[in-house]
């Protein structure tokens, strides 16, 4: 079971990025998913999930409206869509599997990516 | 929302047993399952203990969690630490449909 995050990079502040989450090993569309940062020297923070089918996701606060998750399961990946970034987007965003299997609802993380970098700065 | 509260950081000797404690801020701990993360410097998180209390297969039975509904906190026992227990350590719980990480607590075995 393996996820591989992408599309990380520096970027202008109020420019947009698209992250990328390739899953292999388990059948991605089965379970939901979830995007997780980390700023430099700090913890964990949760920013988005999405339900197997799509039909549940959420949002932090910090993100909401500027962010978009989705996900294509026949291409077995997920995306975040991040627009109007600011400085204090500035993380490692790790992509990560739920436990949820086929349910509207999501639990907690059992599988995590290694990460893709997102600097924001001028 | 309801946030947890974990201490910043606990140290301890090699081969003695550590507590990190994880306070639920407002609802019962109870009322949905804690999960415990281990991160070590450079590494992505993994999880250590799932619904309050399960050990993932490959995770020693030195780690243990618990909850206590009296102090809406649920907990992280670590015994016979060794020195490559020494990382961060994240509490993780979820409502309707958002996920909610403690602070972290760095733990040292000194």
């Known amino acids: 079971v393996q996820l591989v995050e992408s599309g990380g990079g520096l970027v202008q502040p109020g420019r947009s990025l698209r992250l990328s989450c390739a899953a292999s090993g388990f059948t991605s569309d089965d379970y939901a998913m979830h995007w997780v940062r980390q700023a430099p020297g700090k913890g964990l923070e949760w920013v988005s999930g999405i339900s197997w089918n799509s039909g549940t996701i959420g949002y932090a606060d910090s993100v909401k409206g500027r962010f978009t998750i989705s996900r294509d399961n026949a291409k077995n990946s997920l995306y975040l869509q991040m627009t109007s970034l600011r400085a204090e987007d500035t993380a490692l965003y790790y992509c990560a599997k739920d436990i949820s299997y086929h349910t509207p609802h999501y639990y907690y993380m059992d599988v995590w990516g290694k990460g893709t970098t997102v600097t924001v700065s001028s | 929302n309801f946030m947890l509260t974990q201490p910043h950081s606990v140290s301890e000797s090699p081969g003695k047993t550590v507590t990190i404690s994880c306070t639920r801020s407002?609802?019962?701990?109870?009322?949905?399952?804690v999960q415990w993360y281990q991160q070590r410097p450079g590494s992505a998180p993994t999880i250590v203990i799932y619904e309050d209390n399960e050990r993932p297969s490959g995770v020693p039975d030195r780690f243990s969690g618990s909850i206590d509904s009296s102090s809406n906190s649920a907990s992280l026992t670590i015994s016979g630490l060794k020195t490559e227990d020494e990382a961060d350590y994240y509490c993780?719980?979820?409502?309707?449909?958002?996920?909610?990480f403690g602070g972290g607590t760095k733990l040292t075995v000194l």
């Open positions: 993780q719980s979820y409502d309707s449909s958002n996920q909610v």
């Open positions: 407002s609802g019962s701990i109870a009322s949905n399952y």
